[in-house]
């Protein structure tokens, strides 16, 4: 006796879509739809259960109802030289109008009140030009999502640090030429007391000259790293 044919309204009707990489879980939704006046009972199976979580993979769809199952593939190594062949199988059948225990009710179901629709499954990896299309339309990171506003400051910090740098740069050259000079004059008079005194203010030339040095390497590093930020 042939079967009766299937109630529900299946979306997609014919085969579920699973679009890698495989790396994560992969899910495809499958709209089961139930346009008659009375409750429908419905299991969904697969060839390959240990591959797939189904949720929820039985119940009773309402007269006139929907209910979206998830289907989870479970990471693997993808061969694209490798055809699937898994399978699914949704079976439905009228719920009868006093049932109280829904296993039971499939146990003592008869051959020809059970409806089945098949579904196959196909496996898809993404091409390059749509992971350029989905890379595009991600939002912008905060690096170069700046507002108008935000941009300017940036850029008015970084001409300030430029110039202050150039401003260091003629004072260490000022410095320089200041503690050249004084170290002739110390050297052509020759006193010993003048010697020292010239020697106690090169140290602290010097140690100015050290700290100003290391301003300048600190505000080089900011600079770096304020052009690198708007460069992203």
């Not at 199976?45 to 289907?71: L, M, Q």
């Not at 439905?92 to 059970?114: C, N, R």
């Not at 999502?145 to 740069?169: A, F, H, P, T, W």
Request: aromatic fraction near 6%.
């Amino acid at each position: 006796m042939a079967r009766t044919e299937q109630v529900l309204v299946l979306e997609p009707q014919h085969e579920l879509k699973f679009r890698g990489p495989f790396t994560d879980v992969v899910t495809a939704t499958l709209k089961l739809t139930n346009p008659t006046e009375r409750n429908v009972c419905f299991k969904v199976k697969t060839t390959a259960p240990r591959r797939y979580c189904v949720r929820p993979n039985s119940g009773i769809i309402d007269a006139k109802n929907s209910v979206n199952v998830s289907v989870m593939l479970q990471p693997f190594d993808y061969d694209p030289n490798e055809k699937s062949k898994h399978k699914f199988m949704v079976q439905s059948m009228l719920a009868p109008y006093d049932m109280t225990d829904m296993e039971g009710v499939w146990k003592e179901a008869k051959p020809e009140e059970l409806m089945d629709s098949k579904l196959r499954c196909a496996f898809e990896m993404p091409l390059e030009n749509d992971k350029t299309t989905e890379l595009s339309s991600l939002p912008k990171s905060s690096s170069t999502s700046l507002d108008d506003g935000e941009g300017k400051k940036i850029m008015e910090e970084c001409k300030r640090l430029q110039m202050e740098v150039l401003r260091l740069r003629e004072e260490n050259k000022q410095i320089r030429e200041d503690d050249g000079l004084r170290k002739r004059k110390v050297t052509s008079m020759g006193a010993p007391h003048s010697s020292s005194s010239g020697m106690a203010t090169s140290t602290m030339r010097d140690e100015g000259l050290g700290a100003r040095v290391l301003a300048f390497c600190v505000l080089f590093f900011v600079i770096g790293v304020i052009i690198g930020k708007l460069a992203l």
